[in-house]
């Protein structure tokens, strides 16, 4: 009868909405459990570790009528004696300082003691110390599918934890260069966990509590980006310690990789060089002779293969310093010397 229970006749057969959920055998269970167990406590443990040492920064800047805020975001103590590091546009504002606060309640105030646009790095120092450092590891050693955490102060909420895992290594950054030709930063860190405004300066983690990247950018939903920690970066953040700058060089130019010609590779091998593009008015490539279409296959001895590799050689040291180019230029070989200038910090 509608509307009405009735028995079922031995033998009938269950409705296909009846059916009983099959319970998995408890072995899979037991499994899974277990994974999800780990997972957690490998996060919860790098939470645990690592929050103390991640501060949420208001930035403030002076003004006639006293301390205007100009923005927030995340930072990571190095040192016990105040050392935080941060990402540069956190500070970017001129004459800014502001308040650190950290888990434990603290919070001290800051001043900006050095950024580095072209890394998207600064570092700021509290008035106090007894900070709890972050132990840094080597972004290098990072595989994709990898576990990380991420530590930051989204929104201005403090001590916020998301994890996921690295997506992607070896991306690429635009940084800011004035009227210089555009500069990366190199092997950046893709992740799918989450990041949201004021995370940027915030820690990325691996599964071990270390201090592997500096959350920089939100590229989309699920697409997070982090400026490695590595032997380059370890480099750029001692100078602005202890410097307050980093000093690199710039020669002009601007171009990408091109296989070189038949006749080139019996001398420079079956490789590629920098096609020049563009070349600075009055820079030092335009000194020392350098020519749009010039092929750059080596610079102070070293092979020339990308412009990335062109980038990374300009370090201090070239700074005024003459540097021997072999160029090739209309299927021959050529040795220009070029000297090096000093880029400064916005590239005019």
Do not use: C
């Not at 009846?18 to 957690?40: F, H, I, K, T």
């Amino acid at each position: 009868m509608a509307g009405v229970d009735q028995a079922r006749a031995p033998g009938a057969s269950r409705s296909p909405i009846e059916a009983p959920r099959q319970r998995p055998p408890d072995g899979d269970m037991n499994v899974d459990a277990a994974a999800l167990d780990a997972y957690s406590r490998a996060v919860v443990g790098v939470a645990e570790s690592l929050a103390p040492a991640v501060a949420s920064l208001r930035v403030q800047r002076r003004t006639r009528r006293g301390m205007m805020p100009v923005g927030a975001g995340s930072g990571v103590a190095l040192t016990h004696d105040g050392f935080i590091l941060t990402s540069a546009h956190v500070v970017a504002s001129p004459a800014s300082d502001g308040r650190a606060a950290f888990t434990d309640g603290r919070e001290l105030r800051f001043s900006v003691l050095g950024r580095d646009p072209l890394s998207d790095l600064a570092i700021v120092r509290a008035e106090d110390g007894g900070l709890a450092p972050a132990e840094l590891g080597d972004a290098d050693e990072l595989r994709v599918g990898q576990l990380v955490v991420a530590i930051g102060n989204p929104h201005g909420l403090e001590g916020s934890v998301t994890a996921g895992v690295v997506s992607a290594l070896g991306r690429a950054l635009p940084a800011p260069a004035g009227r210089r030709p555009a500069r990366i930063i190199e092997n950046v860190i893709q992740t799918d966990a989450a990041l949201n405004p004021g995370s940027s300066g915030g820690a990325l983690a691996n599964g071990r509590g270390q201090v592997v990247g500096i959350n920089t950018a939100i590229a989309g939903i699920g697409l997070g980006l982090a400026v490695p920690i590595n032997a380059t970066t370890r480099k750029i953040i001692g100078a602005l310690m202890a410097e307050g700058r980093v000093r690199r060089g710039f020669l002009g130019v601007a171009g990408g990789p091109r296989p070189l010609p038949p006749r080139a590779r019996g001398r420079w091998g079956n490789r590629s060089g920098v096609e020049v593009v563009e070349v600075v008015p009055d820079s030092p490539a335009d000194r020392g002779g350098i020519r749009i279409g010039d092929l750059i296959v080596e610079l102070d001895g070293r092979a020339v293969t990308s412009a990335a590799d062109l980038q990374q050689m300009m370090t201090a040291e070239l700074i005024d310093r003459p540097v021997q180019t072999w160029v090739w230029r209309s299927g021959d070989e050529l040795s220009l010397e070029l000297v090096p200038a000093e880029l400064s910090e916005d590239g005019s």
